[in-house]
């Protein structure tokens, strides 16, 4: 009976890895392999770049690598696990759970024993000496809920009162509770999943351009009604304007991408990792950059396009709407993300504070982000090849 057991939780454990195709095949080896190569070159630059500010903090040159080890990368690999055993159905059942949830985790950090004010922005939850920023886990519970929503909706998507107006009330009151923190980098990635997926399910292009074009004066509002967003912008435009002030990130950060030139200064020897605001988080990026130059740093980027081929091959393939919407929400979500990072730091668009997928230090973003790839992988298991 024991041995009986044992070889169920065994079978259980490794099933996904060697299960037959129509019950489900194997995961997507490629997808996987590439996220596993990110965790590790992740590891190796968050080593580097942290190295002098955990020292400085901690008296410990790697706190915040074995931080990063024990509060995102074990927790999420399980979690990742836990997400590619589970039919992925099972998420549609608790969509409008998923979606409540969304408001409550919003509404949380304004609570004053919880919320914890970081900089200008008031978007983290601290409790019992835990961290947590709500904003992560908000974008994979509104993809979860958008996805059921879509794929119950067929030809209603194209109407004003059964598909673009419901839409627009899910997505404006989150929208608020972000732009109320304020967290403009998660509110810009949630609109591009949201209207991504919302194109994909067929809605209608006039529709989509009325939201867009409306969004985009919304947006020149907000930063001309926020003197703080205005200095960001400012700097974003012309960060020599004011090199020690508010230019003072972007103009560092560029600083250590033009002072790796094609094969970098060597990993460790960074120099620019004393002066860059928060190397081993949103910067990251830049001291990978000066450490080993383009040529790697073009290898990292294109890791992150393998992801997006291989998450859109998947979303493709899905066996259902409710998959494939799944799917491209997750991609459009990290890929975005990436974008808006590393875009940042050179200068393509104003910086946000958003962390590197899978290679910035912050447990919520890599525990999230392995369960969405644990979701995609699981989908990838049911696609028509």
Not at 55 to 61: E, P, Q, S, V, W
Not at 251 to 257: D, E, F, T
Not at 351 to 364: C, D, H, K, N, Y
Request: aromatic fraction near 14%; charged fraction near 10%; glycine fraction near 8%.
């Amino acid at each position: 009976m024991v041995r009986r057991a044992r070889f169920n939780l065994v079978y259980w454990l490794l099933e996904p890895l060697y299960a037959k195709r129509g019950a489900g095949h194997q995961p997507d080896t490629i997808l996987l392999m590439t996220v596993g190569v990110l965790l590790f070159l992740g590891l190796l630059f968050l080593s580097s770049a942290s190295a002098t500010l955990s020292f400085y903090r901690y008296h410990d040159t790697y706190r915040l690598v074995k931080q990063q080890l024990l509060h995102g990368i074990l927790p999420g690999l399980i979690l990742f696990y836990i997400a590619l055993r589970t039919d992925y159905f099972k998420l549609q059942k608790f969509s409008k759970f998923f979606l409540i949830l969304c408001f409550i985790l919003l509404g949380l950090v304004f609570v004053t024993t919880l919320g914890n004010q970081y900089g200008s922005a008031q978007s983290w939850i601290v409790w019992g000496g835990l961290s947590f920023q709500p904003s992560e886990l908000v974008k994979l519970f509104y993809i979860t809920y958008l996805a059921t929503w879509l794929s119950g909706r067929h030809q209603e998507i194209n109407t004003w009162s059964r598909g673009t107006i419901p839409f627009l009330i899910i997505l404006g009151i989150i929208s608020l509770l972000l732009i109320k923190q304020p967290d403009f980098g998660a509110l810009f990635i949630i609109l591009c999943i949201a209207l991504s997926m919302f194109f994909v399910a067929g809605a209608s292009w006039k529709h989509l351009a009325y939201i867009i074009s409306t969004g985009l004066v919304a947006f020149f509002v907000l930063i001309k009604a926020a003197p703080y967003r205005m200095n960001r912008f400012i700097a974003w435009w012309n960060p020599d304007i004011d090199p020690q002030g508010i230019g003072w990130q972007l103009k560092q950060s560029l600083i250590a991408i033009g002072s790796g030139g094609w094969l970098g200064v060597g990993l460790g020897n960074s120099k620019q990792k004393s002066y860059v605001p928060m190397p081993a988080n949103d910067s990251i990026f830049a001291i990978m950059s000066e450490e080993v130059g383009l040529i790697f740093s073009l290898g990292i980027i294109i890791l992150f396009l393998i992801v997006l081929w291989r998450g859109l091959l998947i979303a493709k393939q899905a066996p259902d709407n409710y998959a494939r919407f799944l799917a491209v929400g997750i991609v459009v979500w990290l890929t975005t993300q990436v974008f808006v990072n590393i875009a940042g730091l050179l200068q393509i668009m104003p910086l946000t504070g958003v962390p590197l997928p899978f290679i910035s230090l912050g447990g919520s973003n890599l525990i999230v982000s392995l369960i969405a790839v644990g979701i995609l992988a699981n989908i990838s298991r049911h696609t028509s090849r």
